[in-house]
């Protein structure tokens, strides 16, 4: 599914297609789940940009490389 969002700090809109379904967006954003629990075929950068906008590029970019 292609998921577009604006990146809050850029104002940036960005489209990505994302392995997710219809079903567990709804029941992420009625609050019947929490994001990681809909979704956890999802990597932890698909699901931010779900949440927030932010690309994974984006992020780096603002805050650094994410130390693992």
């Known amino acids: 599914m292609k998921i577009t969002r604006t990146c809050p700090f850029t104002g940036n809109v960005n489209t990505l297609e994302i392995n997710v379904t219809q079903e567990q967006l709804n029941s992420w954003q009625n609050g019947h789940l929490l994001i990681q629990d809909a979704m956890p075929n999802l990597s932890s950068d698909e699901r931010e940009f779900i ?18």
């Open 51 to 68: 949440k927030t906008g932010i690309t994974s590029e984006q992020w780096e970019n603002l805050f650094g490389k994410a130390e693992d």
